[in-house]
C-alpha cells in the first residue's frame, strides 16, 4: 500500500504526488488529487487515508488512453473488465466530479501485474 509523506517541494505529475497541502483541496502536481481525510479513534488527522482522483490522472496510473479507460468500465465493451475500479460522484449534483479511489486503482494494477506473471 501506498503511503504519501509530506514534503515541502512541489512534484512531478507522474506518479502519486506526496506533496500534500491540506484535506479536501488537490495535492502535489495533480490538479484533480484529492484527499479524504483520515480518523484516528473518530479525531480528524492531517494524515490522509485515501485519495481519490480524476479520470486524467487515474488514466495516467493504468497508462489506458481516454476511450480504453472507459471502454474497460462498459459493460457491453469488449474490453469491459469486471474487476477495475468503481467510480463514484464527490457530490450529489450531477456535475460533481467523478473519482476512483488510488488505492483500488493499485490494487487491479497489482492484480493484473500478478496475473501477467504467471503466464
Known amino acids: ?20 497541502q491540506c484535506p479536501g483541496k488537490p495535492i502535489g502536481g ?16 492531517d494524515t490522509p487515508s ?8 487515474g488514466m495516467a496510473m493504468t497508462g489506458d488512453k481516454r476511450s480504453h479507460w472507459y471502454d474497460r ?5 469488449a474490453a469491459y473488465d469486471p474487476t477495475f475500479p468503481r467510480s463514484f460522484k464527490l457530490g450529489d449534483s450531477p456535475r460533481s466530479p467523478t473519482v476512483w479511489w ?9 492484480a493484473r501485474a500478478a496475473k501477467s506473471r504467471l503466464h
Not at 30 to 45: I, N, R, V
Not at 50 to 57: G, H, L, P, T
Open 1 to 20: 500500500m501506498h503511503h504519501a509523506t509530506q514534503t515541502s517541494q512541489p512534484t512531478s505529475t507522474k506518479g502519486l504526488a506526496p506533496h500534500i
Open 30 to 45: 495533480m490538479d484533480h488529487l484529492y484527499l479524504a481525510p483520515a480518523t484516528h479513534h473518530g479525531q480528524h488527522t
Open 50 to 57: 485515501r485519495y481519490a482522483v480524476r479520470a486524467r490522472d
Open 73 to 77: 468500465q462498459n459493460e457491453k465493451s
Open 102 to 110: 488510488v488505492h483500488e486503482i493499485l490494487a487491479w494494477l497489482e
